[in-house]
C-alpha cells in the first residue's frame, strides 16, 4: 500500500491523486496502486516556516508519515514540493521509505535526454532552501531561477490555485517559464503541485511536470513491490 502524505494544498493533492490513477498502466479497478491517504490541510505553512520563521511544520508532517505507517504504509510520496525541505527529519523517522520528488525528476530528464541548464518555477521557499539544486547538483545540473519581477507573479500564481482562482494563474506562470526558456533553459521543471493546474498549450516552454514524475516513480515502486510479493508467494516460505 503506498501512503500519500498530502493536503499541502488540497486541490493539488487531489489532482496528484488523479495524475497518479492517470498514470497507472491499468485496465481494471484491480490493477491500482492500493493508497492510503493522508490530506491534513492544517500543517503550518512550509514557505512562511522556511522564509520568515513561521511555524514549524516538521510536528505535523511527521504525525503523518506516523498515521501512514500505522495504517500499513509500505512507502509514502509527498506531493508537496516545499515540504521536501523536512525530507531527512521524515526518513530519519520511518523505516518506509520516502520516494524524493527531485530523483523523479532526474529520472525524467535522463529519459527525456534532456542536458543542459534547467529552470525551475517553485515556491520562493523551495528555491531559497535549494531543495532541487541540492539534488541536481549531484547529477551535474544547473538551475535557473525566474527574475524577482517573475517569481512574484508565480507566487501570486501559486496563491491564486489555493484559492481556486486558476485562470488569473494561467498567463503568469506560463509568462514565467517563457522567461526561462529565453535564458537558456532547457526544460522547465514544475516544481510546486499547484502549477499543472494552470500550464497547458499556452506556453512554448518544454514543461517537466515534478508531481506527474513523481507519480511515475510511484507506479515504478509499485510493479517492483508487487513483483517481489508473487515472487514470495510462488517460492513459499523457507523451510529449515
Known amino acids: 500500500m503506498l501512503g500519500v502524505l498530502g493536503g499541502m494544498g488540497p486541490l493539488a493533492t487531489a489532482e496528484w491523486l488523479s495524475t497518479l490513477i492517470r498514470v497507472t498502466p491499468a485496465i481494471c479497478d484491480q490493477d491500482h496502486i492500493p493508497l492510503l491517504v493522508y490530506s491534513v490541510p492544517q500543517v503550518p505553512d512550509r514557505n512562511d516556516a522556511i522564509l ?28 508537496c514540493n516545499t515540504a521536501h525541505h523536512w525530507y531527512s527529519i521524515l526518513q530519519a523517522s ?3 521509505p520516502i520516494l524524493h520528488i527531485v530523483d523523479a525528476v532526474v529520472q525524467v530528464l ?30 551535474g545540473r544547473q538551475c535557473l531561477h525566474p527574475a524577482p519581477d517573475h517569481q512574484a507573479a508565480v507566487m501570486q500564481a501559486i496563491r491564486a490555485v489555493k484559492a481556486g482562482q486558476l485562470a ?14 529565453e535564458r537558456g533553459a532547457q526544460a522547465v521543471v514544475l516544481a510546486c503541485t499547484e502549477l499543472p493546474l494552470v500550464v497547458f ?14 507519480a511515475q516513480m510511484c507506479v515504478r515502486w509499485w510493479m ?4 517481489a510479493d508473487s515472487r514470495a508467494v510462488a517460492h513459499g516460505p523457507d523451510v529449515a
Open 201 to 214: 498549450d499556452s506556453s512554448e516552454a518544454p514543461f517537466v511536470d515534478a508531481g506527474r514524475a513523481l
Open 94 to 96: 520511518t523505516t518506509l
Open 52 to 79: 520568515s520563521g513561521g511555524a514549524d511544520p516538521a510536528a505535523a508532517l511527521l504525525e503523518g508519515v506516523r498515521r501512514l505507517e500505522a495504517g500499513g504504509a509500505s512507502a509514502i510520496a509527498i506531493p
Open 110 to 139: 535522463e529519459e527525456r535526454g534532456i542536458i543542459g541548464p534547467i529552470g525551475l518555477l517553485a515556491t520562493t521557499a523551495t528555491l531559497s532552501a535549494q531543495i532541487y539544486e541540492n539534488r541536481l547538483r549531484l547529477a
Open 224 to 227: 517492483a513491490a508487487s513483483r
Open 168 to 181: 488569473e494563474a494561467r498567463s503568469a506562470t506560463c509568462a514565467a517559464a517563457n522567461a526561462l526558456v
